[in-house]
C-alpha cells in the first residue's frame, strides 16, 4: 500500500485517521513514509511511538518516543506515554520519573496526574496516589478513569464507602467505563453488599480477559430446565473454577443435563464432581450441542447468594484413592506434623502484592516437629534453593503434574499454608485444614475482617494488619501453629495415660 500525497499534513491526518479506527498497519505504513522524508517529523514520531504501545511493542515504543523527547524537550505528552511504556515493562521507578516530568511540562495535564495516581496505587503510596488522582479531577472533573484510580486507591485504604461513591460518579461521567463497574462490584461485593454487588459483576463478561466463547444459544435465566442441556464455562483462573462448581449440583435440581467447560489442568480432579453429566476442555469455541448456557461465576448471582445462603458443605472435591495411597505410603515415614506451603501465585496475575516470599515463612521454620512439603508451582519454587534456616523442606513441584496430583499430596498432609491461590481453594473444597494469608487488600471473596471464610468452613484466614507487612501475619501464624502442636501433644498424652489406667 503506498500513498503519494505531496503534504504531509495530509498524510499525517489520514495516519492518525487509521490508528484512531484501529488499522494499525496502514497507519504505521504512513508514518514511515513520512519520516523518510522528514526524520525529525516530531507529530510521527510521538503517533509512532503512541502506536507501538498501543500494541504492546514496549521496547520498540520506548526507543522511538525518547527520541521524540530528545528532539522535543518539552514534549508532556510523550513524556506521558513514556511513562506507560515503563510501568508496563515494570520499571516504575522511570515511570514515574516520566510522568512526573510531564506533569513539569505541563502541571494541568490530567491525563498525566491520573496515570502517575494509577502507578502510585500499585506502589502502595496510597496518600500519594490519592493526591494525584484529585490533582486530575480539579483539572478535568468529569475524568472517569481518574474517578475510577481514586476510588480504586481509597478502596485499598479501607475506604470502601467513600470508593464505592467515587466508582459511583465515574461511572455517572461514562455509563460504559467497564473497568469502573468492575471494580464497583468488587467493593460492592467486599463490602457483602450482593443485591447491588452480583448484577454489577456482569460486567467482568465485557472484558477480553474473559473466556467467554460466542454462542448463538441463549444465556440461562435460572427457570428450569426440564432436561434441557446446559454449558457451564469456566472462567479466569483455577481457583475460581474450584470455588464456584459448587452451584452445579444446584443447576442439576432444577432438571439440567449439565456440560461443564473447564481448564485441561482441572479435568482429572473435577471429572467426578456431584452436577456433572459430561466434562470438556475449555475452548475458544466449543464443538458440542447444547441448549443453553452460562459463564461459571455468574451462577452465585442467578441463585441469589448472599452471606446466610453459601452452599458450603464440604467435601466437594474428591480425590483419586490410587494417587492418594501412593503418596500416603511415600510419607509413611515421616512422623513430623505434615505441611504444604504456597507462597507465590502466577507472576502475570494482576494482583502481586498477594504473593510473598519463602523467607516469610522463616517464623515457622523455627518450630520443631515439622516438615514442610512445598506445593509451589512456577519459577517461585526456585526459592527452595535456598529456604529459611532450619527449615525441613521437600520440593514437590516435578512431581505435580496437575491439580489431582496436588490434591493426593494434600489429603495426606496435616495442614495447608498457602497465600491467596488456587491450592486455597483445592484444600477448602477438599475440607482440609487450609490457613490462608491474605494482603491488606484481599480479594472481596474473603469479605472485610473475617477470620473464617463463609466459602469454607476448614479455612482459617490470616490478614495483613499493615501493607505489605507480612511479619505480623506470619508470627501470628506462627503462634497459631504452636498452639495446635501442644494441643495435640497434650491431647496424645492424655489417651496414653487414659490406655494405661485402664490397663491396670
Known amino acids: 500500500m503506498s500513498y503519494i500525497v505531496k503534504d504531509n499534513k495530509n498524510l499525517f491526518q489520514k495516519a492518525l485517521n487509521f490508528q484512531q479506527a484501529g488499522n494499525f498497519a496502514d497507519a504505521e505504513i504512513i508514518y514511515k513514509e513520512i519520516l523518510e522524508t522528514e526524520p525529525e517529523n516530531i507529530d510521527s514520531l510521538f503517533s509512532l511511538g503512541t502506536l507501538k504501545l498501543q500494541q504492546g511493542k514496549l521496547e520498540e515504543a520506548r526507543l522511538i518516543l525518547e527520541k521524540a523527547t530528545t528532539l522535543k524537550p518539552d514534549h508532556a505528552n510523550a513524556y506521558n506515554n513514556l511513562g506507560t511504556v515503563f510501568k508496563e515493562q ?47 479531577i480539579s483539572y478535568q472533573h468529569d ?32 455509563p460504559e467505563n467497564i473497568n469502573a463497574h468492575i471494580n464497583r462490584s468488587s467493593a460492592l461485593l467486599l463490602t457483602e453488599n450482593f443485591k447491588d454487588g452480583w448484577p454489577e459483576y456482569e460486567w ?3 472484558t477480553k480477559n474473559c473466556n467467554s466463547g460466542t454462542f448463538h444459544q441463549k444465556q440461562w435465566d435460572g427457570t428450569r430446565l426440564n432436561g434441557k442441556s446446559i454449558l457451564v464455562h469456566a472462567e479466569q483462573g483455577f481457583g475460581d473454577t474450584i470455588q464456584f462448581i459448587r452451584y452445579l449440583p444446584m443447576i442439576k435440581s432444577l432438571g439440567g ?43 452465585p448471582g442467578i441463585f441469589g447468594t448472599n452471606i446466610d445462603s453459601i452452599p458450603s458443605h464440604t467435601p466437594y472435591v474428591t480425590v483419586d484413592p490410587e494417587l492418594a495411597e501412593q503418596w500416603r505410603l511415600r510419607f509413611a515415614n515421616c512422623n513430623d506434623f505434615k505441611i504444604g506451603i504456597v507462597w507465590a501465585g502466577r507472576p502475570t496475575y494482576k494482583d502481586h502484592y498477594r504473593s510473598c516470599s519463602l523467607d516469610d515463612f522463616a517464623p515457622l521454620a523455627e ?48 495442614l495447608i499454608i498457602s497465600t ?58 506462627s503462634d497459631a501453629l504452636l498452639q495446635i502442636l501442644n494441643d495435640s501433644k497434650k491431647a496424645t498424652e492424655h489417651n496414653k495415660n487414659s490406655l494405661q489406667h485402664s490397663s491396670n
Not at 273 to 295: A, Q, S
Not at 381 to 394: A, F, G, Y
Not at 424 to 431: E, F
Open 367 to 414: 518450630i520443631p516437629g515439622v516438615t514442610f512439603y512445598s506445593l509451589q508451582k512456577g519459577p517461585a519454587s526456585d526459592e527452595i534453593l535456598n529456604p529459611p534456616k532450619d527449615m525441613r523442606i521437600i520440593n514437590l513441584d516435578k512431581e505435580l503434574t496437575d491439580f489431582s496430583d496436588t490434591a493426593a499430596v494434600m489429603n495426606n498432609l496435616n
Open 90 to 136: 515494570f520499571k516504575p521507578d522511570d515511570a514515574v520519573k516520566s510522568y512526573k516530568k510531564s506533569i513539569t511540562l505541563r502541571p494541568d495535564y490530567a491525563m498525566a496526574h491520573c496515570n502517575l495516581g494509577n502507578l502510585l496505587k500499585d506502589l502502595g503510596r496510597f496518600e500519594e496516589s490519592e493526591e494525584s488522582c484529585r490533582h486530575a
Open 143 to 174: 475524568y472517569s478513569d481518574a474517578h475510577n484510580n481514586l476510588a480504586s486507591t481509597l478502596q485499598k485504604q479501607g475506604r470502601h464507602s467513600e470508593a464505592i461513591i467515587s466508582y459511583n460518579m465515574a461511572i455517572k461521567y461514562n
Open 257 to 299: 443435563y449439565v456440560i461443564f467447560a473447564c481448564q485441561k489442568n482441572l479435568i482429572n480432579l473435577l471429572k467426578n464432581c456431584d452436577g456433572i453429566d459430561k466434562i470438556i476442555e475449555l475452548m475458544p469455541e466449543v464443538e458440542i450441542n447444547f441448549d443453553t448456557h452460562i459463564h461459571l461465576l455468574s451462577l
Open 204 to 206: 467482568r463478561l465485557h
Open 420 to 477: 491467596d491461590t488456587a491450592v486455597v481453594h483445592l484444600a477448602g473444597a477438599m475440607g482440609k485444614p487450609i490457613w490462608s494469608i491474605l494482603h491488606r487488600s484481599a480479594d472481596w471473596r474473603w469479605f472485610l475482617d473475617r477470620n473464617k471464610s463463609p466459602w469454607y468452613p476448614t479455612m482459617r484466614l490470616f490478614r495483613q494488619t499493615k501493607f505489605n507487612n507480612w511479619k505480623m501475619v506470619f508470627d501470628q501464624t
